[in-house]
């Protein structure tokens, strides 16, 4: 059986610009596979084509086996793909519980419509997921401050909160984008338990892009590093570290 994401010589340009220059990359069931490199390497690029944000020029995208190159991005929501983004993307006068509701529209039958107006069917999803959204508040120590504006709640809470969001849908394939990004240390050891926790307990493949250096050799199973969009280096995480061109390219000053 093949893996479950499998990027295969993408490429992707805006204009003259050449954000990808033919990567490729697998990640296979619970397994953490990093993906790293410096500002601008491509890596966001990356995880917008395999979402469906972007249309790639050329190369493949196939999930679960199915070619997601072409598909709209609702359609490769469907496949169990997750995202997490950068830049948190919560309603901040809807309470908690809601936050993490909203992820699970893709996953209902009818989507948001449908639940909105109660249709045949439709109520017992609604049920399921509320279910669901309570086991991770609970999970995710979030149970608390379900009934809390999210806007009146801290960062690394939020990103928590978000977490939980992408994980409504039950998504065999997450995609985190520097989820570390902001938080102190003890909420990125909190964060690397649960991702590990992810991809072990409940065999959810796990692509993580992260710029702190410590997560990912703390949780990946291997990394793979761009640089000026392309593939420079793959493997175990400690030994990439160490590699020239990866020092040069990326962690000369960050292992200094």
């Known amino acids: 059986m093949g893996a479950l994401l499998e990027v295969r010589d993408v490429r992707l340009s805006f204009g003259g610009l050449q954000a990808l220059d033919g990567p490729s990359l697998t990640v296979g069931d619970g397994e953490v596979v990093g993906l790293i490199g410096p500002n601008g390497a491509g890596k966001t690029s990356l995880f917008n084509c395999i979402s469906g944000l972007y249309r790639r020029q050329s190369g493949t995208i196939r999930i679960a086996g199915r070619d997601a190159t072409a598909l709209p991005r609702h359609r490769i929501a469907g496949l169990g793909v997750g995202r997490t983004f950068q830049n948190l993307g919560l309603l901040p006068s809807q309470t908690v519980l809601e936050n993490v509701l909203a992820g699970g529209y893709s996953a209902t039958r009818g989507g948001f419509w449908a639940t909105a107006l109660a249709l045949p069917g439709i109520r017992r999803d609604e049920r399921a997921m509320r279910e669901r959204a309570a086991a991770l508040l609970d999970e995710l120590d979030l149970a608390a401050v379900a009934g809390r504006i999210v806007g009146t709640l801290p960062f690394g809470t939020l990103k928590r909160i978000e977490l939980a969001r992408a994980l409504l849908p039950e998504p065999r394939l997450l995609l985190v984008d520097e989820p570390a990004n902001g938080l102190v240390h003890g909420e990125v050891r909190e964060l690397g338990e649960t991702l590990r926790r992810l991809a072990s ?56």
């Open 201 to 256: 307990e409940r065999g959810t493949a796990i692509l993580l892009v992260e710029h702190h250096m410590g997560l990912v050799t703390s949780v990946c199973d291997r990394v793979v590093v761009l640089n000026f969009g392309r593939r420079i280096a793959e493997g175990d995480p400690r030994e990439v570290a160490r590699a020239p061109e990866v020092v040069a390219a990326y962690l000369g000053s960050a292992a200094a």
